[in-house]
């Protein structure tokens, strides 16, 4: 079997640029068969010499416009044609690894937005359960605003989450974000996430040869296990909401 390497694709105008002169070639040398076969006197003859040379002249014209070295029509050597070769032939590994190229950077433009990681264990869990203790929260928030009727139930519950100022910062710690840098956007701690929990899948092979168990930096996995849910959390449908949330201060 041909080896690919020895592969080449040709032009399509270089192509039919070639079919053409070999038709024409081939009508030259028809036409010069006939007039051969119609030789009946010395002025026939007179004609197909006329004929000759004028033919002669435009496949003179033809061959110098096909760039054959004048040296392999002496010997015939095939590394006389490697300039014609690139001038009119594309190897077809090159086309491919440029189709190929040309595929991957259009498929990394498009998936720019959506680009695989690997995530480890430890760092999904730590995610999943930041997630629940937030939700947790929200409930046990929303509820106890809920069930706020007077003045001192209000300042009871502002003054309980006042002891939970400490969450957001213990989160922000274990997602990555960078202390004393403020979480004001949505890029910021997905920008932190992506740095500290997930590897890129290109990387994946490396990391995963290194043998490791986790992120190297295990403080977000401590602060994980330092979860504390509200008291009074117990499910997130384990609670009746008031007939009237809406209720003012009782005087």
Request: proline share 4%; aromatic share 8%; charged share 35%.
């Amino acid at each position: 079997m041909e080896n690919k390497k020895n592969r080449y694709v040709i032009g399509k105008n270089v192509y039919e640029k070639h079919i053409d002169d070999e038709v024409h070639l081939y009508g030259l040398l028809h036409q010069l068969a006939a007039q051969a076969e119609r030789i009946r006197d010395e002025e026939d003859v007179f004609h197909l010499l006329d004929a000759v040379k004028k033919y002669g002249a435009i496949a003179d014209e033809m061959f110098d416009g096909w760039g054959i070295p004048g040296r392999y029509l002496v010997f015939g050597e095939k590394k006389d044609l490697e300039g014609l070769r690139e001038r009119e032939l594309t190897k077809l590994s090159d086309i491919l690894a440029e189709h190929d190229a040309a595929n991957m950077s259009k498929a990394l433009e498009q998936a720019s937005w959506n680009l695989p990681y690997i995530i480890h264990g430890s760092s999904f869990r730590l995610l999943v359960g930041s997630i629940f203790e937030l939700l947790a929260r929200y409930c046990s928030l929303k509820r106890r605003i809920q069930e706020v009727r007077t003045e001192k139930d209000f300042l009871r519950l502002q003054k309980q989450t006042a002891k939970e100022g400490d969450t957001v910062p213990r989160l922000c710690r274990s997602w990555g974000v960078p202390e004393g840098e403020e979480m004001t956007s949505h890029d910021v701690l997905e920008r932190a996430i992506r740095r500290k929990h997930l590897i890129p899948v290109r990387e994946a092979d490396l990391v995963l040869v290194c043998g490791e168990d986790g992120p190297d930096d295990q403080e977000g996995f401590e602060d994980s296990e330092g979860m504390d849910l509200p008291d009074d959390f117990d499910d997130l449908d384990g609670y009746d909401e008031p007939d009237d949330p809406g209720e003012g201060w009782d005087e």
